[in-house]
């Protein structure tokens, strides 16, 4: 079993940086291929970006690349997601997921296992 917990979450001014933190408890996440997804109210749960499990090929949706990195390390059993010139648009409930298994993509939500509580971001015009 997988606890996944995020962190760093706040308000932020448009043009700002934030990083969030999603720390692991239980199995060690080496294996797992991680992911970040956001949700806006009303909408639906996006992908935002993922790294395999071995940290050295990253993906990120149109809207955040060049803007946002996502690294992880195994050792200590953390994923994050440094936001950087974030724009209004982003603001949002930001979410970690790991991959136990390929499900065929990393894209998708359903493709994940176990999911954080989720943290609030929010940009200010």
């Known amino acids: 079993q997988v606890q996944l917990v995020e962190s760093g979450g706040g308000l932020v001014q448009a043009g700002g940086s934030l990083r969030l933190s999603c720390a692991a408890s239980g199995r060690t996440l080496a294996s797992y291929a991680m992911g970040w997804f956001r949700q806006a109210p009303g909408k639906e749960r996006d992908f935002v970006a993922a790294?395999?499990?071995?940290?050295?090929?990253?993906y990120y949706a149109d809207s955040v690349k060049h803007r946002f990195t996502i690294s992880r390390d195994n050792a200590k059993n953390t994923v994050s997601l440094q936001m950087n010139s974030l724009k209004p648009e982003d603001t949002a409930v930001y979410y970690c997921a790991a991959q136990s298994r390929y499900y065929g993509g990393l894209y998708n939500s359903n493709q994940y296992d176990y999911w954080g509580q989720g943290t609030q971001v929010t940009v200010s015009s």
């Open positions: 790294i395999s499990w071995s940290g050295d090929v990253t």
